[in-house]
């Protein structure tokens, strides 16, 4: 099956989790919004008023004649289609419970620059904005991702990924999270690091997947921009 995704052109933002699904499967998938005219495309399916159950918002998946919204929700069908999954209904869901906690921290990553309103700029709300990253780089993102750390501890079949001894796509997705947050606090992170030796082993060994390595080298991988989810503004990032 060919796969569309649909999202928007100049950011990696939430896409690029189903992105990094599609790339490490060698799935065959059209990025739609970056082709010519591939956002008006995108702008037309959300606008759709035929459709009985449409997307909120980007990204959305269409397989066939489905078209499946929501990060976590694509993913969940994605995992067992690319290989990506485990078969038992338990494991599946754990993974897809995993999937969701990462969403968790990607939201709370946007409104660290964005506390207060979306379609407000960021300057607009940079006091705001220093208070809500402060407690995020201090509080937050150690919470977060010691309880990573700790389900990647608790395998039984080993450290290296967060359910038996294959990679998933909650691993492609950690391995994400870990980049933008890299990017966006390195001080942070730098801070933290040490005390996540197998979250930080495990963004290696994914960077380092064929497919995956290929990925990161080619132009579809777009590099993180002060557009996207993972912004890197210094005074968030306190020392």
């Known amino acids: 099956m060919q796969y569309e995704l649909f999202y928007w052109p100049g950011i990696q933002g939430r896409g690029e989790f189903v992105r990094l699904a599609l790339e490490d499967a060698g799935a065959v998938y059209r990025d739609v919004a970056r082709e010519a005219g591939g956002e008006s495309a995108l702008m037309a399916l959300l606008d759709d008023k035929s459709l009985v159950r449409p997307p ?46 990462v969403a968790d921290v990607v939201a709370e990553t946007h409104d660290s620059h964005h506390p207060v309103s979306v379609s407000e700029y960021y300057e607009d709300q940079r006091e705001e904005a220093m208070r809500r990253s402060a407690d995020f780089t201090a509080s937050r993102i150690p919470k977060y991702l010691r309880y990573f750390e700790n389900v990647l501890a608790r395998n039984p079949s080993g450290m290296e990924w967060v359910i038996g001894s294959t990679a998933s796509y909650v691993d492609l997705s950690l391995f994400q999270l870990l980049e933008g947050l890299h990017y966006a606090f390195p001080n942070a992170m730098a801070r933290l690091a040490p005390a996540l030796p197998h979250l930080e082993s495990l963004r290696r060994r994914v960077a380092k997947r064929p497919r995956i390595a290929a990925y990161l080298k080619s132009e579809r991988r777009l590099p993180f921009n002060e557009q996207g989810i993972f912004r890197r503004y210094p005074e968030l990032d306190a020392t």
Not at 67 to 75: M, P
């Open 56 to 101: 909120f918002a980007p990204p959305f998946l269409k397989a066939g004649e489905m078209l499946i919204g929501q990060t976590a929700n694509i993913l969940h069908f994605l995992g067992p289609r690319l290989g990506l999954a485990p078969e038992a209904e338990a494991d599946r869901l754990w993974l897809h419970q995993l999937q969701l906690t």
